[in-house]
């Protein structure tokens, strides 16, 4: 079975990055992978190669409106060279969903759509025209796909009236690596570093409009009110950095919130925290989630991505409706006050075994 991928991840370029790992490991269950990576020329990346059958071709476009021609020249050349390609598959049903399916026309190939964002909540509609645009074409290329994989139940449920009714629709998530999570050394302790605290919250996540950060701010200004002593530590970066910033002080709360950069040891802050937050407007699946809970950090979070599958309320942690900061108060309230004693109720997940099978088998359910 050869597989051309169609992907935005420029980290595979990255010698020893994770999703270089990844590759590799895709790689094995293919005959032949082909990547296709979305990368402007000024980021100086190369076409790769790991033998005996991967291949990695960056688009070098100008700019990212060139992203799409310059992945169609690739394909031409790759089809002058006799190269065959059973299946297409694309990182999105959106940029890279409209390339693959271009591609798989010209190759004769069918094609596999990934949906990793819940694209039909109306809430990532309203933040862009971008947004509006992406969901038109979803619509537009699902129908057409031979298969799809997507990263939970809900966002299953979402499209399955969009697919074609004989086209598999299979529920992946991101695969989380619970033994070396679980495994890894805590090198950093959050209840150590903030005494000041009496209650540590702890939040990890890119700084952008989805991930909603204000509402967990609003919130928690409710609750210093009743216990000033309470800290939040946002760990993250992203467009909404300086915004965040300037909510923080214009809001007070610069004593009992810590805003600090990425760090990959965010495990360590999860094993020591009271309690992590998630407050999203939407997710796809909400990774984070699941790694707090395999280390036994109970989680609070809307009621995004797989949060209603892997969180039980009152045992692991709570769920709470998108957008109201006055239930977000009110959980994060009984837990500075110590009323709920949570239990440990880690998510069952896949093996790396079981996880490369399946994935296997979404791309062979495209062949029909």
């Known amino acids: 079975m ?122 990532f509609a309203r933040e862009s025209f971008m947004n509006r645009a992406r969901v038109v074409l979803a619509k537009f290329l699902l129908p057409r796909a031979h298969a799809v994989r997507v990263v939970s139940t809900r966002i ?50 890119r700084l952008s409009v989805e991930k909603n950060i204000p509402l967990a701010l609003e919130a928690f200004g409710e609750v210093l009110g009743k216990y000033p002593r309470v800290g939040l530590v946002v760990v993250g970066e992203g467009s909404e950095e300086a915004w965040i910033k300037s909510l923080v002080q214009a809001h007070g709360l610069s004593r009992n919130v810590v805003l600090l950069p990425w760090q990959d040891d965010v495990a360590s802050y999860m094993k020591t925290a009271d309690a992590f937050l998630l407050t999203s407007n939407y997710e796809g699946y909400g990774m984070t989630i699941v790694e707090a809970l395999v280390v036994g950090c109970p989680v609070i979070a809307t009621n995004v991505g797989c949060a209603k599958e892997v969180i039980e309320n009152g045992g692991n942690g709570f769920v709470v409706t998108v957008g109201d900061a006055s239930a977000l108060a009110q959980v994060l309230l009984k837990v500075a006050a110590h009323e709920i004693k949570f239990k440990q109720k880690p998510p069952v997940l896949l093996t790396k075994t079981e996880y490369l099978a399946l994935y296997k088998k979404s791309w062979e359910d495209a062949l029909g």
């Open 2 to 123: 050869n597989i051309l991928s169609v992907s935005l991840d420029r980290k595979v370029f990255e010698e020893g990055s994770a999703v270089r790992s990844r590759l590799l490991e895709y790689g094995r269950l293919a005959d032949e992978l082909r990547i296709i990576v979305f990368a402007k020329r000024s980021a100086g990346v190369a076409a790769q190669s790991f033998p005996p059958n991967i291949f990695l071709y960056p688009t070098n476009a100008r700019t990212r409106f060139g992203y799409i021609p310059a992945a169609l020249r690739q394909v031409v050349t790759l089809k002058k060279q006799g190269v065959h390609v059973d299946v297409v598959t694309a990182q999105d049903p959106f940029e890279t969903g409209l390339t693959a399916f271009l591609i798989a026309r010209i190759l004769g190939a069918k094609l596999h759509l990934q949906i990793h964002t819940d694209f039909l909540s109306p809430h």
């Open 156 to 205: 299953k449920q979402s499209v399955e009236g969009l697919v074609r009714r004989e086209v598999m629709v299979t529920v992946l998530p991101i695969f989380v690596d619970v033994e070396r999570i679980k495994n890894a050394p805590v090198s950093r302790d959050i209840k150590k570093e903030y005494l000041q605290f009496s209650t540590h919250f702890l939040m990890a996540s």
